[in-house]
């Protein structure tokens, strides 16, 4: 059976890559002993998959991964499943990261597909604060100051940007994607636990269109941003953090633990 | 377990995000992980930082800075951290912005610790040495050090010959680190309580076995270029002991060895079976230095290695030493392993395995269905060849191993030789290729038709021999460039008149950096220079091609005064005093000399099970010295990799 993991990543480890950290959680399950599963073949890899990666640099209170246990064993050892998962993980994970939820998902229906995490996020909450040292560079007396210009950049008609992927540009109007957007006075405590301090106090949050379709990141936000103030954009000025991850359409988006 | 560790996460960085975001691959800088120590600074009297000088993935597969690191952190009062040589793209950055080197575990500047320890495993990082010195604000040269200094102390392999870089250093340590580290770290704290200085501090380390104070010693030369006299000019021994491990299975080994983030070159939990090798082969440092061979019993193996597994989640281990086959108890380890490991879907690694139908057998059980290249290592071409470098493998034995592994599935075969040892002859070159056409030739005898699964593929490599200090061809000279070349030529050339010459690549090893490690592995103390104005023309990373540059070490050879064929290029008289003789491996002169003699008279020597070769080793009393007679007692080498 599949669980779903929440975890956060925090601290220094926000410089591991993506592919370090699917690297550290492979061997926190070896550590923990879990009965997990894997693939068939010549070099049999544990069955687990992350939702949307996280760019270095940036924290979390809001990652996931998808990992599959064996049933016979898992059922063997414990009657709270999640309970005995959550325990195992969190026993084994070192600083810099924390699991913050297990949540068994249920078995899919027979000749059905099921979904991985990745296909189903759709939107993503993160927290902008303004590192020490750059509060004069950015061009805002204060925190007020900052969130008003955020306001009247986002009461324009249209914003329209380009955003570059490997393959090619697009020209999409970054309006559409921005869900919604506040001072972060109103964070969800535990989306901003492990989010890093400064003394600015100068922070935005918003929510952005995430996952396999459309994927805005906050920089491109933030550049867009800084731009239309007429001033150039430095992306080590901001410190992003990533609250939560959401499935769901627009208008009805849920946090992915509540599957 | 000491109560000086603490669990405090220092989310301090010494580089700030925005450096951080525009160098490659920051992991290396950041410290933090699984298994690293944090250890409450109020309460500690020694910092040490122990230094690996290349980078960071090179540097973390070390076993020998984990086994020091848990060694040295055991003790209440030390704190030991780590610092690896930045990449270029950082170095720049650091110079620009007078960034001081630091250690990773409190990312604090190195300048400020006690000791900084660099291990020399290979020549060609020399100039990285300097590189940390300089970014850690350190003066390079050891006579400009102050008292605020650290003190710098140098270890491994290149510390048997350590003059090349004896104005860098303070201390050398010669020997295995587990034996008189703790007595270096008592006296050191007791003299600096007492307000001692430097220089006091460094006579009277220099009177603990094993360390070695080149700034204590002066050497004089003669008007050909040879040592006339070397001797102390302190209070201090004139030759300095090799320390040797007498009981590896009562001393220091890491049970929770630290694990990377980032993907090291060695991404796996390695087990250390034994230290030393029973061959003797003439050309190598390491049979020689490690002599003799100890093991590690195999009840306190089987304790490590679930210790290791359960605190590092590694899913492969490696068994570490220089010939696996000739652990004892090997078959015993390995039934263990196989069964432990199988449960926990952990493969095993077996390097330096010899090829015979046991080990075949053994790794049909441990490794999965695909099969990879087998590596030989035969040396050399010809059996006269083999005979002269003591590598006692007939082509018979060769054969059957091949045929065995053939007979098993395996179709690549890698083989390893080497150029230019001593005595060779074009024939002896011209044997390679014949060899590797014979194994090609047993593929196709062994394996029906319907069986193979495409044709045999065998590489044969060739690298430039470089004679070593404490070996028997110590006093022999290294052949020229030119030489070199021309042999590779004469090779390959032989390699196109091969029936099977379709199923043979050859690859040979670049000629310039082995010339030039056959400069520092036999140099003295005045070829220090040319590392010096190497790295002040901008030499570092040496070790890898895209930063090696042949026409600066030229220049610095050039500027630095130094005749380098004086030193890789002639052959030394056997009566010449050696840069490195004031170093007593407890390996007899004698014995090397009588080697030396042998293998001109290619003459094969038993190996130390077979019989004992009076070496000299056996004053320790330990290892294979006092073994029972009757041990299992193989003739043969083969090297095996999977």
Known sequence: ?259 | MDDNRVNTFSPELALSDEILSRIDKPERYIGHEVNMVVKDLSKIDVRFCMCFPDVYEVGMSHLGIQILYDMFNQREDTYCERVYSPWPDLDKIMREEHIPLFALETQQPIKNFDFLGITLQYEMCYTNILQILELSQIPIFASERTEDDPIVIGGGPCSYNPEPLADYFDIFYIGEGETVYYEMLDVYKELRARGASRREILERLGNIEGLYIPSLYSVSYNEDGTIAEFKPIADVPSKIKRQVVTNLSETFYPRKPLVPYMKAIQDRAVLEIQRGCIRGCRFCQAGMIYRPIRERSLEVLKENIIDILNSTGYDEITLSSLSTSDYTRLGELLEYLIAEMGDRKVNISLPSLRIDAFSLDIMNKVQDVKKSSLTFAPEGGTQRMRNVINKGLTEDQILEGAAEAFTGGWNKVKLYFMLGQPTETDDDVKGIPILANEIAKTYYATVPKEQRQGKVAITISTSYFVPKPFTPFQWVAQISPDEYLRRKSVLNETLKQQLNYKSIKYNWHDSATSYLEGLFARGDRRTGRVIYEAYKLGCIFDAWTDYFDMSKWEKAIELAGIDIEFYTQRERGRDEILPWDFIDTGISKKFLLREWDKALAEQVTDNCREGCAGCGCAGWKTGVCVEPKGCAAWSTEVNIEA
């Open chain 1, 1 to 259: 059976m599949t669980f779903r993991i929440k975890f956060a990543k925090y601290g220094v480890v926000r410089f591991i890559g993506h592919l370090d950290v699917m690297r550290y959680f492979q061997k926190v399950i070896r550590r923990s002993k879990l009965p997990v599963s894997y693939s068939q073949g010549f070099s049999p890899h544990q069955l687990m998959s992350f939702a949307l990666p996280l760019s270095v640099g940036v924290t979390s209170d809001g990652e996931y991964m998808e990992v599959e246990f064996d049933d016979e064993a898992l059922l063997k050892e414990a009657e709270k499943l999640e309970k005995y998962i959550f325990d195992g993980l969190a026993a084994n994970t070192t600083e810099g990261f924390a699991v913050l939820g297990v949540k068994m998902l249920p078995k899919p229906k027979p000749n059905t597909h099921q979904d991985k995490a990745m296909a189903l996020v759709s939107a993503a909450d993160y927290l902008i604060r303004v590192k020490d040292g750059y509060e004069e560079s950015v061009g805002f007396g204060s925190q007020d100051e900052l969130y008003s210009a955020f306001e009247r950049f986002m009461d324009r008609e249209t914003i329209e940007v380009t955003k570059k992927t490997k393959k090619n540009e697009n020209q999409l109007n970054l309006k559409e994607f921005i869900y919604r957007y506040t001072n972060g006075d109103d964070a969800d405590a535990a989306g901003i636990a492990h989010a890093r301090r400064f003394g600015s106090g100068m922070q935005l949050m918003m929510r952005l269109a995430a996952g396999s379709k459309v994927n805005i990141k906050p920089d491109l936000v933030l550049e867009a941003f800084i731009n239309s103030l007429g001033r150039e954009f430095d992306k080590n000025a901001f410190a992003i953090h990533r609250m939560e991850l959401y499935m769901g359409e627009k208008d009805a988006l849920n946090p992915l633990i509540e599957c």
